[in-house]
């Protein structure tokens, strides 16, 4: 199981096996940049086996960002597995401006706000609360869990991005802004945005409950 109560994913790099050769931090909080990049360089020297470890190193992280923002396990699923074969398919192309746990976070987190902005709005449960930090304590008033869960599905895909990779990765916010491309008062602005939208459905619902 995950970090966050969802089934762990296994994923294969496309044209290869899975294979554990190489693997040099099990916890994904372990894994350091110069460790990834040089597995990247030996990915894009034509080692296949080489990406297999990038995507078990970084799998978890991938898919439990993808769950988290779309509450589907398959479609989670099936937007984990894009992620990393688009980046395989761009690798080349991969400079390393930023780390590749950054990039494919970047690619997963795109894919999915393209994903919900393609869709309806249709909330689904959370396995769990976000974590409340010193920056905030908006879910210490969640005494209703389906509201809290009904507020978060509700918020723009990218604000949903914002928060989810704040309050359920626990990422600063200069990663966010990284991950999302965007500058970094802007990722503030999201976040501070979708706490207030999160706090005004979670004040409205316990005004109705008290009438």
Not at 137 to 145: C, I, L, Q
Request: aromatic share 8%; hydrophobic share 40%.
């Amino acid at each position: 199981m995950g970090f966050d109560g969802t089934p762990e994913r296994n994923f294969a790099a496309p044209g290869s096996s899975s294979t554990k050769e190489g693997e040099l931090s099990a916890d994904p909080r372990a894994i350091t940049r110069d460790e990834d990049e040089v597995f990247v360089a030996r990915c894009k020297a034509g080692d296949g086996a080489a990406y297999s470890v990038l995507v078990e190193r970084h799998q978890t992280t991938v898919y439990n960002i993808a769950y988290r923002m779309v509450r589907s396990r398959d479609e989670a699923d099936d937007l984990a597995q894009d992620a990393f074969v688009k980046a395989f398919g761009a690798m080349r192309g991969f400079r390393g401006e930023c780390s590749f746990r950054t990039w494919i976070c970047r690619i997963v987190a795109r894919l999915c706000v393209d994903f919900l902005r393609a869709r309806p709005r249709q909330p689904r449960p959370l396995d769990e609360l976000p974590e409340a930090g010193t920056d905030g304590d908006w879910t210490e008033k969640a005494v209703n869990r389906q509201v809290l869960e009904q507020a978060v599905a509700s918020l723009p895909a990218h604000y949903r991005a914002a928060i989810v990779l704040r309050h359920s990765e626990g990422l600063a916010y200069e990663e966010i802004a990284r991950i999302l491309h965007l500058p970094l008062g802007t990722v503030k602005t999201h976040i501070r945005r979708a706490r207030g939208l999160i706090a005004r459905q979670l004040s409205d619902s316990f005004e109705k409950k008290e009438r």
